[in-house]
């Protein structure tokens, strides 16, 4: 009746015992050993990920704030140096036209005696000179010991235009002249004010007294300043190395002259990083700290929940009542839950079968018996004359 399962029999040696299987063999063979861990290797992995993103937060603050924070006080502190800058040379230039505009009235009247007073005061001055009016048209550049920028803009001037501080170089020398209208008085014409122009009062200055002042400031800087005029592309006065690649260039109260300025790399001011570094440290040891004491509370936890899962699984197969759920975890539950339902599954699957072998073991075989002798077949069956 019961046909035995042969796939289910191990093959058996010379000797009687079972053989394993080539399938488990194989299956031996192909099982990978994992490496055993401690619940405790978990604390690492998040704080070594906690680590990282200090590092990548860190980064990010340079990148982002520390960098351009630096760089802008960089600007800062070169736009104030380039403005002071450019408010020496400006007050330079306007100290050489008022003192000019203060004694035109003078120069008139004793010119000589003024010259020889002018030169001892302002030791730069090269040519301090009144023309008159005929006399400027009568100038000659080879006789009169001028240059053709300086006779330009003596006979602008004479006409009536308004020049401002020009430079013009005279062998390897850079100069810079001035030069004043001289006017005669105002006479009325018409009921209007009116007055002519019949002298220029006209100056050639050396830099000397300027490059000096510049290159105290040059020294405190440690910058690269030049002075530069309009039309000319070269610098008139060049102080120090170009020791970064910024750059600033100012516009003087003179519109035909400007300055350049670049900054030494000694301007930077760091931003303070120490404040940073503390915070980020003492914040990543927190971090770590807290890490560790969750962690090992939900592992204690854990250790809780597999216990009871050990305790609390054997009673529940053999009983179908719900145990309680006194787990920390719900997927220690919900595992424990599928543990039971496959074991009580297992078990009434493992029952039937039990009880299907003892019933085919127990049960008689029922023998067809002849009760009272009564034949078998009647005998009318046989009756063939019927």
């Known amino acids: 009746m019961f046909k035995k399962n042969k796939e289910a029999q191990p093959e058996m040696n010379g000797n009687g015992n079972s053989k394993p299987s080539v399938a488990n063999t194989v299956k031996k063979k192909n099982v990978k050993v994992h490496k055993i861990k401690s619940l405790n290797s978990w604390m ?3 704080i070594l990920a906690v680590l990282v993103v200090m590092v990548i937060a860190y980064g990010l603050l340079e990148y982002l704030f520390l960098n351009p924070l630096e760089e802008q006080r960089y600007a800062e502190a070169a736009q104030i140096e380039a403005t002071a800058i450019e408010f020496v040379v400006s007050d330079y230039f306007k100290s050489q036209l008022q003192w000019m ?3 035109v009235g003078m120069a008139v009247s ?5 010259a020889a007073v002018v030169k001892d005061i302002h030791p730069e001055l090269q040519l301090f000179k009144l023309f008159e009016l005929l006399e ?3 100038l000659n550049p080879q006789n009169d010991s001028l240059s053709f920028a300086s006779l330009d803009i003596i006979r602008r001037t004479a006409k009536g235009e308004k020049n401002a501080v020009e430079a013009f170089k005279q062998g390897e020398q850079w100069l810079f002249q001035i030069a004043l209208p001289v006017y005669s008085k105002t006479t009325l014409e018409a009921g209007e004010p009116q007055s002519t122009v019949n002298a220029v ?5 050396d830099f000397s007294r ?3 002042t510049l290159k105290k400031l040059q020294e405190r800087t440690q910058g690269q300043i030049s002075v530069l005029t309009q039309d000319i592309s070269k610098p ?3 102080l120090g190395g170009a020791a970064s690649g910024f750059e600033l260039e100012i ?3 003179f519109p035909n002259w400007r300055i350049q300025y670049v900054p030494s790399k000694s301007l930077i001011l760091p931003a303070e990083r120490i404040n940073i570094w503390f915070v980020m440290v003492v914040s990543a040891l927190i971090m770590a700290i807290l890490i560790v004491l969750v962690i090992k509370k939900n592992m204690r936890l854990a250790q809780l929940d597999l216990q009871n899962v050990a305790k609390m699984v054997p009673k529940a197969v053999e009983s179908d009542a719900k145990f309680l759920n006194n787990f920390h975890f719900g997927e220690v539950f919900s595992m424990a839950n599928a543990l039971v339902g496959q074991l009580r599954e297992l078990m009434a699957k493992q029952r039937l079968r039990t009880d299907k072998v003892k019933d085919a073991k127990t049960s008689p075989i029922e023998s067809v018996g002849l009760e009272d002798d009564e034949p078998l077949f009647d005998d009318d069956l046989f009756d063939l004359d019927a």
């Open 44 to 46: 690492i992995q998040p």
């Open 101 to 103: 505009s203060s004694v």
């Open 110 to 114: 004793d010119q000589d005696t003024l």
């Open 136 to 138: 400027i048209e009568q």
């Open 201 to 205: 009062l006209f100056a050639v200055f």
């Open 210 to 212: 300027l490059e000096t």
């Open 236 to 238: 008139i006065i060049q």
């Open 251 to 253: 516009k003087t109260a």
